[in-house]
């Protein structure tokens, strides 16, 4: 079982770029979150996605943040027109089902840290 | 606003000494309270969780925490540290949004030989 497989592990952009972070759930996971950890900050949760679904968006960023989880492939963190501010560690996390005990069986990746220059 | 507080935010530690990093929770509800660990370069980890029940969580590599209710506490505690407990750790909870983690600023802890 390979786990919570991220890429790139490290991400330079320069401001106005895209940034574009995937992530490939643990076999049989259909359930993927994001959060992102901002220097001496500790995670903040941004988005809960099933499968071709957005189940919680409510710590996402309104502008330039998107991200999406299809039927096939991984799911990509798209963040559009990069600023300073946008540099961070960005780790998802999975689990095979929804709810309270999902956090019982939450499997994270090692993160990809995105630095914008 | 529900929050994680960790107030020891660098740790040092020779081997062998005794461990507790303090983590406070604010929400008064049913608790969902976890320790998780990174060690450098690697994924979080589950240490421990509490749900219920005993007080006292055993969690692996001799990690234990204790919930205490009146104190809105979930302190992390290893008897005897070893170096290669050398890592960054986080306390969390669930509370009441069973989407979502909401994570303290993490301790990192160095153990010194």
């Known amino acids: 079982n390979a786990g919570v497989m991220q890429n790139p592990r490290h991400l330079v952009r320069r401001r106005g770029q895209e940034a574009r972070l995937r992530c490939s759930p643990m076999?049989?996971?259909?359930?993927v979150y994001w959060y992102r950890q901002l220097p001496e900050e500790g995670l903040k949760f941004m988005v809960y996605?099933?499968?071709?679904?957005?189940?919680?968006e409510s710590g996402m960023p309104k502008e330039r943040f998107s991200a999406e989880f299809p039927k096939e492939g991984p799911s990509i963190l798209r963040i559009q027109q990069v600023v300073r501010g946008d540099s961070a560690a960005y780790f998802c996390?999975?689990?095979?089902?929804?709810?309270?005990?999902?956090?019982?069986?939450?499997?994270f990746g090692s993160g990809t840290q995105l630095s914008v220059l | 606003a529900q929050s994680v507080s960790q107030h020891n935010h660098h740790v040092i530690l020779s081997e062998a000494a005794s461990l507790e990093l303090g983590c406070n929770y604010s929400y008064g509800g049913t608790v969902n309270l976890f320790w998780y660990v990174q060690y450098p370069g690697q994924h979080l980890q589950l240490l421990l969780k509490y749900f219920s029940g005993d007080p006292l969580v055993k969690g692996i590599k001799g990690f234990e925490a204790e919930f205490i209710k009146s104190k809105f506490s979930f302190n992390l505690r290893k008897p005897s540290v070893q170096w290669s407990d050398t890592a960054e750790y986080f306390c969390?909870?669930?509370?009441?949004?069973?989407?979502?983690?909401?994570f303290g600023t993490g301790t990192r802890l160095q153990v010194t030989l």
């Open positions: 996390a999975s689990s095979p089902v929804r709810g309270s005990l999902s956090n019982e069986k939450l499997f």
């Open positions: 996605l099933q499968k071709e679904n957005i189940i919680d």
């Open positions: 076999k049989g996971h259909s359930h």
């Open positions: 969390a909870d669930n509370t009441g949004t069973a989407s979502k983690l909401t």
